[in-house]
């Protein structure tokens, strides 16, 4: 099946995908990276007694939780309900998810033998993928679904240091001390990636967005030596597709240029570079973000008010979906996006 946009032309005239493609649209588009779960009360008791992995593997599951926040905020776009480890759960890498602490790899990834031991991603490991793809594309008719995958880098940081790290000192070490096996396992990571995102616009997403969340723990130089090359054989594989491809990573401002550069269409923006110079060092490209997901605790009139800074930067870019400079935090009022997520359409269309 082509992304769903490529058959149904009020889906690929929305708002968003024009923004996404640079194109003039009626409004700013905005969405919310973890729109989907979170903070919103419908997803906590769907959730309930459900493992995070386990309800990323029910199709039925993905595509309710997809759903709430369109259906409550109204938002431009969805956003595949999943995590940046299902895939590597799929080809049976021994991980869970630990709450309150995150991905847990049972065997940390060190040796090329280690790399060699992950299986490449087929369609075959993800079936339910494609049918909660399938069943989204049918509910959301013409509001844009993002397909999601972890960047190369950021995915080899969990594999490498076992769970999550704020230095990411082993992965660095394997980085700069083995090559070799850098190189092997950054290139599994990458095909897994790409596959996992084919199969996500094969079943009918509309556009895909590439996490990098750790990409800005790296020096510019080792970023395009390292990890650029990678984030761009993904990237290169989807623009096969012909659908539009979002890069994001968080501490990235002196990197978004690169970032760009791997091929994204979309630039996006954390909320701790002004999106003004966010704008210019995504070298013509459009631009998501950016603000301050804290400042949904500030009060309305505040947050409507940053909302509004951010909008008139954003006009100056080719294209600009608003969002959060990062994800939703769990402790978000619903309420609040409500009224941000309203507030942009409007005003934004004026």
Not at 38 to 50: D, N
Not at 188 to 195: D, E, L, T, V, Y
Not at 230 to 235: F, H, I, K, T, Y
Not at 268 to 282: F, T
Request: a negative charge.
């Amino acid at each position: 099946m082509p992304a769903a946009s490529a058959t149904n032309p009020a889906l690929r005239d929305s708002a968003f995908l024009r923004a996404a493609r640079s194109e003039p649209t009626p409004y700013t588009p905005v969405w919310f990276m973890r729109q989907a779960g979170r903070s919103l009360p419908e997803y906590l008791k769907i959730r309930e007694g459900t493992t995070m992995l386990e309800s990323c593997m029910r199709p039925e599951l993905v595509v309710e939780i997809t759903m709430q926040p369109v259906r409550r905020y109204g938002v431009d776009a969805a956003i595949f309900f999943s995590d940046i480890v299902l895939p590597l759960k799929a080809v049976g890498v021994d991980l869970e998810i630990e709450p309150g602490v995150g991905p847990v790899v049972a065997e940390p990834v060190r040796t090329l033998a280690d790399v060699e031991a992950i299986p490449d991603l087929t369609p075959e490991h993800v079936p339910f993928i494609t049918e909660a793809v399938q069943g989204l594309v049918g509910e959301l008719g013409n509001t844009p679904l993002i397909g999601f995958a972890g960047a190369p880098f950021t995915v080899a940081s969990y594999l490498v240091e076992g769970g999550p790290s704020k230095e990411h000192a082993q992965t660095k070490a394997l980085m700069f001390g083995a090559p070799d096996v850098w190189d092997a396992l950054m290139r599994k990571i990458s095909g897994i990636a790409a596959a996992y995102l084919e199969v996500q616009v094969d079943a009918g997403a509309s556009a895909v967005q590439l996490f990098d969340s750790w990409a800005g723990a790296v020096t510019r130089d080792d970023y395009g030596t390292y990890v650029q090359p990678w984030s761009a054989e993904v990237l290169s594989r989807i623009g096969e597709t012909g659908v539009p491809r979002i890069h994001f990573g968080v501490g990235t401002g002196e990197i978004l240029d690169l970032m760009g550069e791997a091929g994204a269409d979309v630039v996006g923006v954390d909320w701790r570079v002004p999106l003004s110079a966010g704008i210019e060092r995504a070298g013509g490209r459009a631009v998501q973000g950016n603000l301050d997901p804290t400042l949904v605790f500030a009060p309305t009139e505040v947050m409507l008010e940053r909302a509004r800074q951010v909008l008139d930067a954003g006009a100056a870019a080719p294209g600009h979906i608003f969002n959060l400079g990062h994800g939703v935090i769990p402790s978000t009022d619903p309420d609040q996006l409500a009224r941000l997520t309203a507030f942009v359409q409007e005003h934004s269309a004026r």
